[in-house]
Nanobody
Framework: QVQLVESGGGLVQAGGSLRLSCATSGIIFSINAMAWYRQAPGKQRELVAT???????NYADSVKGRFTISRDNAKSTVYLQMNSLKVEDTAVYYC???????????WGQGTQVTVSE
């Protein structure tokens, strides 16, 4: 079955760094793009970063210059390197994959990132 498994979340002090990983498996259709979203309590789910099959990336203005999305094709894994973390970055971070055919979207279970003062 399709699985997206996030890892790497945790508690970190403001200014610190974390690296999130998302291991994917079981997706039969070609992947058009992968992305990281986040959702803080009481807020809408927010797109953080995307990476397309061609390797192009896009970032939310709030994280541009601090976060980097990347991929490891051999491991079918995408990463989110988060530097200079702020308290406002506290959220559950979700991995997402979009297929080229039918624009199907799959979600991971999420990993909690908590940034303290």
């Amino acid at each position: 079955q399709v699985q997206l498994v996030e890892s790497g979340g945790g508690l970190v002090q403001a200014g610190g760094s974390l690296r999130l990983s998302c291991a994917t498996s079981g997706i039969i259709f070609s992947i058009n793009a992968m992305a990281w979203y986040r959702q803080a309590p009481g807020k809408q789910r927010e797109l953080v970063a995307t990476i397309t099959v061609g390797g192009s990336t896009n970032y939310a203005d709030s994280v541009k210059g601090r976060f980097t999305i990347s991929r490891d094709n051999a491991k079918s894994t995408v990463y989110l390197q988060m530097n200079s973390l702020k308290v406002e970055d506290t959220a559950v971070y979700y991995c997402n994959a979009e297929t080229t055919l039918y624009k199907l979207r799959y979600w991971g279970q999420g990993t909690q990132v908590t940034v303290s003062e």
